[in-house]
């Protein structure tokens, strides 16, 4: 192997990994989704936002198992790899891409439109440019984008603040009645519709190589971060529909900014409004930054051409997978602006369908890496604990997947068809690799020796990558 493929140096401290975690959770759905969800399930959107942060517990705490023991590159490809299948490891990748592209057409799309309320550029131009930019703050590395995302959380919060603060004392206690006008069915779309953003916490274990101190830090920022983003999103809901009665907010677009005019001279209502853009900054930057490490740690072992694999020398990033996955939606961007919408739904499927098997690598990963499971930081009992985080998310995911699925079938069908053309490439991959398929199958279910390493020396400082006999395989020794 070439030095190309050693391993990212550049590290995170637990601020930075906090502002990536809660950044990418308190985004653009924060201001999108609590107004037009009151305007169907009514005042009960707020008991919505609180629900939805208990099986969003079990991600989290599952992400944290996996992310304390075994913290690594490109995580959930690693893990499920690993301890499920080398095949859906393999679609993680392979699905991740499309989820990319869509996503940041999302926040692009997402971050013209509130621009617009402020300047009359054209939406193309701001399209284009915010792809661009982001492109080169994720080439600069992981650095870069940490210190950013500390700044577009601080004017995020800021904003949050400046609109749930002064609305506490101007809520109207009458609009929290009746609970639920329109009975339990709205609401139950809303607890689901609120867990999506939650989804994100997931991403974390994507950058466990690039990370201090990661066994310790991981579960560290993904605890606390969940009851941080929890808390925002109750305040902002109980104070939202407290200002403004749920019938109107139904109908209103940017309801946040608009029920901030109500109590809120319009310099401060303006402020708010800008909130949705550093939303939209803070979740993009992470977008980019974890698929460009799952798709460079799957070129690792091979099963993605090699190219995706190579760390440039000078800013040591993966930047062959950040240009993959950054330049196609420049280019997608005008002709998919009203197709996009309808990508969500898919993107919400597969990532439940990887947390899902995420579930299971989880129940696996005492057996096939007993070192890993014993020395980490946290630790949950197998037949206590464990099980119960594992059958709770196992749960979650196929429960959330066939709502979603029996919302929108043709989205179910849609993934079904990419998961067949990814096993038709994955199969085409093994033939091409010839006689060294053996090694490919031996590679994409041992740990690379850096990441075997880890469960002895729990840190990657100094640590040099290597490929080969010392490998941890998944095995008791």
């Not at 996996?66 to 990748?93: D, K």
């Not at 869509?102 to 792809?131: H, K, N, Q």
């Not at 059958?391 to 919302?407: D, I, P, Q």
């Amino acid at each position: 192997m070439s030095d190309d493929h050693s391993v990212l140096t550049e590290r995170v401290g637990l601020v930075g990994v906090m502002a990536l975690v809660v950044g990418n959770a308190i985004s653009i759905p924060i201001f999108v989704l609590p107004g037009p969800l009151a305007g169907s399930a009514g005042p009960s959107v707020v008991l919505a936002a609180l629900v939805a942060a208990v099986p969003a517990a079990f991600v989290v705490l599952y992400n944290a198992q996996l992310g304390s023991a075994m913290p690594v590159a490109g995580g959930l490809y690693v893990y499920i790899s690993r301890l499920t299948s080398p095949f859906w490891g393999f679609l993680v990748p392979f699905t991740l891409s499309v989820v990319t592209w869509a996503s940041l057409l999302f926040a692009a799309i997402g971050f013209a439109e509130y621009t617009r309320f402020f300047v009359g550029l054209p939406a193309d131009l701001l399209i284009y440019g915010f792809l661009v930019f982001v492109l080169v703050v994720n080439l600069l590395g992981v650095k870069t984008v940490a210190r950013l995302q500390v700044v577009f959380l601080a004017l995020l919060v800021a904003a949050l603040a400046t609109f749930i603060l002064p609305g506490a004392f101007a809520v109207d206690t009458a609009n929290y009645t009746p609970l639920f006008p329109e009975g339990p069915g709205p609401f139950a779309v809303a607890v689901v519709a609120l867990f999506y953003p939650y989804l994100g916490f997931g991403l974390l274990t994507e950058l466990g190589e690039e990370i201090d101190d990661p066994g310790r830090t991981i579960p560290i920022a993904l605890l606390s971060g969940i009851v941080i983003v929890a808390v925002v999103y109750l305040l902002l809901t109980v104070v939202l529909v407290g200002v403004m009665p749920w019938q109107q907010l139904g109908g209103t677009e940017a309801a946040v900014a608009v029920a901030a005019t109500r109590f809120l001279p319009s310099w401060a209502a303006g402020f708010v409004a800008l909130g949705a853009i550093f939303a939209v900054l803070s979740t993009v930057n992470t977008t980019l930054l974890v698929g460009s490490r799952t798709v460079m740690r799957a070129a690792r072992d091979g099963i993605l051409p090699e190219e995706f694999a190579r760390i440039h020398p000078t800013l040591g990033t993966p930047h062959i997978s950040v240009l993959a996955l950054g330049v196609p939606p420049v280019f997608l961007a005008t002709v998919v602006q009203q197709e996009v919408v309808e990508l969500s739904v898919f993107i919400a499927l597969a990532t439940l369908t990887a947390l899902f098997f995420a579930a299971i690598a989880l129940w696996n990963l005492p057996v096939d890496f007993p070192e890993h499971y014993r020395n980490a930081t946290l630790r949950f009992r197998r037949y206590r604990g464990l099980l119960f985080v594992v059958v709770g998310g196992m749960t979650v995911a196929a429960g959330f997947w066939l709502v979603t699925l029996l919302r929108v079938p043709e989205a179910g069908l849609l993934l079904v068809g990419w998961f067949l053309l990814g096993y038709g490439y994955y199969r085409y991959r093994v033939t091409q690799v010839g006689e060294d398929s053996e090694g490919l199958f031996m590679r994409m279910v041992t740990l690379d020796s850096h990441e075997a390493a880890f469960a002895r020396e729990q840190s990657y400082e100094g640590v040099e990558e290597m490929r080969g006999e010392d490998a941890e395989t998944g095995s008791d020794d």
